[in-house]
């Protein structure tokens, strides 16, 4: 029981955190685009007010690091762009954010390269002279990310699994605790799980039919014993390998016992052959009687197997004197 928890608790306990870590990176990665798509709309508009300004002029002596810069006429033909030659440029005016901005002003898209692995964000604002101005700028997809976090990541979760692993073994050993320490001789004193008292009151419920069963069986066992107690006629009952289980005084008489003969082999106890030879007869299933004289007198011995369902659990002898 103790492993079953002591697993269950490092797979939840990791599954958890596997799943909280992912789940996490994903919000800080939503998060950090929706800052990146408004520091973007703001740098575009900061160049929309210098381009408005001074037209052409404004890229001149202009230098983009992060960004990419394109300047696209009303009909889509790409006036200028920071990055590729305008002849190998095709029109950009189905592009979903520059038809956003020539509708509403302002338009915005991303945009996902399964090639390049990444995730382009793009800003584009309508001129005053109808022409509109895009930025964009690149981002790592999350997959890339992870993948260029497995080192750290790896060792987060090596970590985790030990911690996992330590925790679960405390909690584990806590869990289990009370059940290693229920007193089952009087179950209802015990304090523990709410969980667990119906169980313990069964438990309670079933050691006292139990002891009134042991109870009355003891007084029966007391009133056979007087019974065959009291009886003139020897009885000795045995088990399948001819000990002997149960003696009465008279069967003692007669075969001069003595008192600590119980569990005694009957052939040590009396070397007749005649008896012998019926008692293994009984013992392998046969009704016999036979008259047998035993310390000098005559007695009628009647051996028969005792018999439980199909099962054979020794003998009877009875001794009747004649």
């Known amino acids: ?110 945009r996902y390269s399964v090639t390049l692995m990444e995730r382009t964000l793009y800003s584009a604002q309508k001129l005053n002279d109808g022409t509109i101005l895009r930025l964009s700028i690149a981002q790592k997809s999350l997959l890339t990310l992870l993948l260029g976090m497995a080192p750290p990541l790896c060792m987060i979760v090596v970590f985790a699994w030990a911690l996992s692993v330590i925790l679960a073994v405390q909690a584990s050993k806590k869990i289990v605790k009370p059940f290693n320490e229920i007193n089952l001789d009087d179950p209802l004193s015990n304090e523990g799980y709410d969980e667990l008292s119906p169980l313990l009151r069964r438990i309670a419920r079933q050691q006292r039919q139990l002891r009134r ?38 069967a003692k008489r007669i075969l001069d016992a003595g008192e600590n003969c119980i569990g ?14 019926l008692l293994s007869k009984a013992l392998q299933g046969e009704q016999g009687e036979q008259v047998i004289q035993l310390q000098g007198e005559n007695y009628q011995i009647n051996a028969g197997p005792v018999v439980s369902g199909d099962d054979r659990k020794g003998a009877v002898l009875l001794f009747f004197h004649v």
Request: one cysteine or more.
């Open 213 to 250: 069963r042991e109870e009355e069986l003891l007084q029966k066992e007391n009133e056979l014993d007087t019974i065959i107690g009291s009886m003139n006629e020897g009885m000795v009952l045995l088990n399948q390998k001819g000990k002997i289980v149960s003696i009465n005084p008279a």
């Open 264 to 277: 005694a082999d009957m052939l040590s106890l009396c070397r007749n052959l005649a008896l012998q030879e």
């Open 1 to 110: 029981m103790t492993k079953r928890i002591f697993r269950a608790i490092c797979f939840a306990a990791l599954t958890v955190f596997l799943a909280s870590a992912i789940l996490i990176m994903g919000v800080l990665y939503r998060y950090a685009s929706g800052v990146g798509q408004s520091q973007l709309k703001m740098q575009t508009t900061l160049a929309a007010q210098g381009v408005t300004n001074e037209g052409m002029e404004y890229f001149r002596n202009l230098r983009v690091v992060n960004y990419r810069m394109t300047w696209i006429d009303a009909d889509g033909s790409v006036l200028y762009d920071s990055k590729s030659d305008l002849a190998e440029m095709e029109n950009h005016f189905e592009r979903e954010e520059v038809q956003e901005a020539l509708v509403k002003g302002y338009g915005e898209s991303r």
